[in-house]
Structures are given as C-alpha cells and as structure tokens.
C-alpha cells in the first residue's frame, strides 16, 4: 500500500501544548484547527476556557484529572473529585475523551507519588478506581482513557506504565466509557512488538497517539514505520482519533505535513 496525502480513514489531532509553541495557546488551537486538525489540551486549569470554547475549534481529549491516584484511597478521592470537575470543563469544550495516568504527574511528567513495585492490592484497588470512572463517564456521556507510559526514558516511577498493564486494567473493567488512550511511542520504547500490541488492543482503543523514536518528533523522524502502523490501524477497523503527540523536527507544519501524510492512504 502506498501512503500519500489523498485522505485519511482517521480523525487526525494535534497536541496544542507541543506544536506552535511561539504563539499563545488560543493562537496554536485557531491555527491547528485551521489546518484541519483536532485538537488536544493537557491541563485545563492552566487554559482560558472561555476563549478556548469560542475559538471554532473541535477538540479530541484533554487530561481528565487535576490531582489524585489510581491505587490508594486517598489518592482514588481526590482522582475522582479532580475528573468530576474535569468532566464540566470537557462538556463545555465538547471534549469526548479524557485522559488518565497511572498516577498523578508533575511538569515535568514525573510522577508525584513513584512506585518501583506494584503489589496485588494496588492492583485491586486501581481497578476498583476505574470503575468509578467508568460510571462517571457513563453518567455524562464522556470517556476517560487509560495512557501507556514509558518508565525507561520520560516517566519513571509510573505504575500501571506498560501498555500490557493497561490493557489488563481496561480488559477488566470492560465498559465502553473506558477505553485506553494507545501512544505508540510509549509503546515502542517499553515494549516495542507494535503489531501485535495494536491487534490485542483493538477492541478497547479509545484514542492513538503517536510521535517517532527516538526524539519524540513527527512519525518520519525515527526508527518507527507509521505507514505500517497505519495499515494495521485500518486493519482491525479503527476508525477512530489519531493524534500527534510530539514535537516539531524542524518545522512546525512540516512536521504537520508529514504527519497527516503517514496516517492518509
């Protein structure tokens, strides 16, 4: 199959905190959306809602939480507090998917509270906290997404990081306002077999993030064959959101460019 720029059987998005970063927020949102992307938002407390809602622009998932854990009591509350707050904000800007982590995390993506070994009770107890999601979004007609991580080079202390982890996590809950957020360059660093991983997946991916290895640049830049991605991502029927979570090599609509040509057939 050859990849050209003719169109695409995805919903392409671009990450506003990653692309354009000369420019204002309000300003990368318009221009992504201009070039007919949707967008993505991180943490909305930092972000005009109001302008952000009267921008014309079509949102694909911000970050679903403010504060909390997904595998302690304490931590579960005030997870659940944080996306119940979230949700208000995602239903004013029509965002239909949030995004979790394995725990909460700082600036710098590091997380707040590390965990070096996952016990059997954390296990429980994380699973018992993603039901609680699952009926919040249920409840508002949203959906939260569960993220891979990598712990080897931008997240390490993450629990629950690994994509296997993830999809045993999502498995087992196995309602449709949970679906898991399925970042390939995560994916690739921590696990890498990508095939084979995106097949497991299929029935449970909510979103696709993608961004090439090493550099965390456009798909092009790497060792990572997107348009082979690509193929299996149509193969199992995905027809879903594809999102660029990286950044620019160079160029900021290059980079776009190459992007929107790795995922059009």
């Known amino acids: ?52 809602a009267n921008s014309g622009a079509t949102f694909s998932s911000m970050t679903g939480y403010v504060k909390g854990t997904l595998a302690d009591s304490a931590g579960a509350d005030e997870l659940l507090r944080t996306a119940a707050e979230s949700v208000e904000v995602a239903k004013r800007l029509g965002i239909p998917r949030l995004n979790l982590h394995g725990t909460g995390l700082n600036d710098e993506g590091l997380p707040v509270k590390p965990c070096q070994q996952i016990t059997g009770a954390m296990w429980l107890k994380a699973r018992d906290t993603l039901e609680r999601l699952a009926d919040l979004g249920e409840q508002h007609g949203v959906t939260f997404v569960l993220e891979n991580l990598n712990t080897d080079v931008d997240h390490p202390g993450v629990p629950f990081a690994r994509l296997e982890d993830v999809l045993a996590l999502v498995e087992s809950v196995n309602r449709p306002s949970l679906r898991i957020m399925l970042d390939i360059y995560h994916a690739q660093i921590g696990e890498g077999n990508l095939t084979e991983l995106i097949r497991r997946c299929g029935p449970y991916i909510g979103e696709v993030q993608v961004a090439d290895v090493p550099g965390r640049c456009e798909p092009g830049t790497g060792e990572i064959n997107y348009p082979a991605i690509a193929k299996v991502l149509n193969d199992i029927g995905f027809r879903g959101t594809v999102g660029l979570e990286g950044w620019a090599s160079s160029h900021d609509d290059l980079a776009l460019d190459r992007f929107r040509a790795a995922f059009s057939f």
């Open 1 to 52: 199959m050859n990849i050209s720029t003719s169109s695409s059987p995805f919903t392409l998005a671009v990450c506003a905190e990653m692309i354009f970063r000369e420019l204002p927020v309000l300003e990368r949102v318009k221009r992504i959306s201009g070039l007919g992307f949707q967008v993505e938002i991180w943490d909305w407390t930092k972000h005009d809602i109001d302008a952000l």
